[in-house]
């Protein structure tokens, strides 16, 4: 190809997008703003496990990687329930208890994307480039360096930087896109469980919750046999991140809410005084392109909460269906860009939707008996109607079906669900009543 493009981003999705552009024959340049990380320390409290499922090992799979990256991955087969008092709960994802997300490291997965990016014919990779500045109109752009102002100019130049994406911010002072930011009243940080004599301190075929009402904490199993812990905490009031700040306090806390973690993490308290605390929240913007030659991928287009383990997925199946439109358009980007965005959108708001709720679900309802109960009648009609019923997690994690289709689908089981049950109740209560006039 004849057309240079620029990927602002080197994390996860602007390395995938980079090797997809190769395979198409493109001149690929990368700019990130940071370090190459390959070669220093992950950032304090910045790991955030992923879950990698179906959609991203889809991606991955069409690049060679996907063997690669699962050798260091832990199926996760299920959630497992730590209430306050009492016994764990196994909740299996999948009837048949069969199917698993899978945990991997953000950073291991980052660098063996930087590598095949890098390995790939065409891309360059360039380090320690902030964008500052960016004409839409004609793909020149301004960074800032270590050694001052650098510019460069590309055909296309694609966002991929994440949910503060420079590249939108761009767009967004040529009045090219109009954007909302809706932040939670919670924010994350992460502790750590390491080893318990050499092997894991909990179970590691499971995604741990301790669900609390207006609080969880989730943890993530490591090839090193650690954990890592996210909380997901509200920023305000009792029970949330401003409320606590001696040790003694934090100390009390942990031991009447989390009682079984305390004597398995034994830095607990250093790593809630020390690690910091992260923003979530939702990104939309529309449109995700200007002038045939600037387009927004992943995150930077259309960032969502972590609840339902589907952001890096989604990124990823992002990048599959943008190498799908320039296809379908002859590599024409001024054609490809809008029809990304047009076929992406609905599925994209989505996904955004069904994490928040899966938030709610995993912070209040699934130590509920009722909520137990909801999922073995679930899995119930599963066995019942192979192929027919499937329960909205199987169709997000486990498949390939559009966020959207999947919505809708979930939306119709649910009403035929109602409309069967009201059936038979009706059935019943005129065969009682023909018994009774009897």
């Known amino acids: ?97 069969q199917r698993a997300i899978n945990s991997i490291s953000r ?4 660098n063996a994307l930087l590598d095949a990016a890098e390995k790939a014919p065409g891309v360059r990779i360039v380090f320690g480039h902030k964008l500052v500045g960016l004409d839409p109109a004609t793909g020149e752009m301004a960074f800032e360096t270590a050694s001052g102002e650098v510019r460069a100019a590309a055909d296309v ?3 991929a930087d994440g949910a503060g994406s420079a590249v939108r911010g761009q767009l967004l002072a040529h009045d090219l896109l109009t954007e909302s930011l809706d932040f939670l009243d919670y924010g994350y940080k992460e502790l750590t469980v390491p080893p318990a004599g050499g092997d894991f301190a909990l179970d590691p075929g499971a995604l741990h919750i301790w669900p609390r009402g207006t609080s969880m904490m989730i943890a993530l199993p490591n090839p090193d046999h650690s954990f890592t812990c996210t909380l997901f905490w509200p920023h305000g009031g009792t029970r949330s991140f401003a409320s606590l700040s001696s040790p003694a306090a934090i100390g009390r806390h942990f031991a009447t809410h989390y009682p079984d973690l305390v004597p398995l993490a034994p830095d607990l308290v250093d790593d ?14 529309d449109p995700w392109h ?34 799908r439109c320039l296809e379908e358009t002859g590599d024409e980007w001024g054609a490809a860009l809008p029809l990304f965005h047009e076929r992406r959108r609905d599925d994209t708001a989505a996904i955004a939707e069904m994490a928040l709720a899966n938030f709610v679900e995993m912070r209040d309802k699934v130590a509920s008996p ?69």
């Not at 809630?272 to 605390?277: E, G, L």
């Not at 019923?389 to 809708?408: I, K």
């Open 1 to 97: 190809m004849d057309a240079e493009v620029a990927v602002v981003g080197a994390g996860l999705c602007g390395c995938l997008l980079a090797c997809f552009l190769a395979r198409r024959g493109y001149e690929v340049t990368v700019y990130e703003r940071r370090p190459d990380p390959r070669a220093s320390q992950p950032e304090r409290g910045r790991s955030i496990n992923l879950a990698l499922s179906e959609r991203g090992l889809n991606a991955l799979r069409r690049i060679g990687l996907a063997d690669q990256v699962m050798v260091d991955a832990l199926p996760m087969r299920g959630r497992m329930i730590h209430p306050v008092e009492g016994e764990l709960d196994f909740q299996p994802y999948s009837v048949d208890g």
């Open 107 to 110: 950073g291991a997965l980052n």
């Open 157 to 159: 130049v694609l966002g």
């Open 272 to 285: 809630y005084q020390h690690n910091p605390v992260g923003l979530l929240g939702t990104v939309r913007c």
């Open 290 to 323: 200007a002038h045939g030659r600037v387009g927004l991928i992943g995150d930077a287009a259309h960032a969502i909460v972590p609840f339902y383990g589907q952001g890096a997925n989604c990124a990823f199946e992002d990048v599959v269906e943008l190498d």
């Open 370 to 438: 009722v909520f137990r109960l909801g999922k073995r009648v679930e899995h119930a009609l599963e066995r019942a109607l192979p192929g027919r019923y499937v329960s909205r997690y199987e169709l997000v994690s486990f498949s390939s079906t559009p966020y959207a289709r999947v919505r809708r689908r979930v939306q119709w089981q649910h009403r035929a669900v109602a409309a069967a049950v009201a059936v038979v109740g009706a059935g019943l209560v005129a065969a009682g009543l023909r018994r009774w006039s009897a």
